[in-house]
């Protein structure tokens, strides 16, 4: 099957350092992958959305130039938290989407922890 | 907007029992629905979907009923398994073009 893998799986960051974040499709190529945010005992909540060589689109209440998403190739896209703070610890996912499959089908990376000192 | 209520866990059941993990919806239109499955170390799988009233989405033993009556898509497997143990999300896909995901509900089997 699909397999997306995430890098690192977790990070401690000091507050003010920036930490990125790498999503990989290992097995297809991802024309689209979404990036998401959750809080203990909450759910997945979407920050943004990035399309293979375009900007990604941001939700609303984002921060993009906290958030920063680059998907330069068709299996890599990378999210860097910028100036992290400890209110920016929480647990990010991504996932992707190949060509050719309906809108809601998608693979699910592993997720990363990240604790912001 | 969309929203997606699921029980909160942890549910704790021993082997072989009845489980049921209810899940109820708030869309506009006609979503679809969608169970996913998260194991210890690893990604959401998908575990089975419904695209329309009435469908049945089934799985690995595992059953939910697209109810529109009652906004609801309840999970349920007739016999748990140790290896059952996850955390499970109900999801929809509606008209906003995104998935909206339900908080999970973590799901403990003792043997």
Redesign the interface.
Known sequence: GAV?SQHPSWVICKSGTSVKIECRSLDFQATTM?WYRQFP????M?MA?SNEGSKATYEQGVEKDKFLINHASLTLSTLTVTSAHPEDSSFY?C?ARARGLG?????????TRLTVL | GDSVTQMEGPVTLSEEAFLTINCTYTATGYPSLFWYVQYPGEGLQLLLKATKADDKGSNKGFEATYRKETTSFHLEKGSVQVSDSAVYFCALWGGGFKTIFGAGTRLFVKA
């Open positions: 997306v979404f005992k909450q759910s997945l979407l959305t996912i996932s809108p809601h089908e998608q693979f699910f990376g592993p997720g």
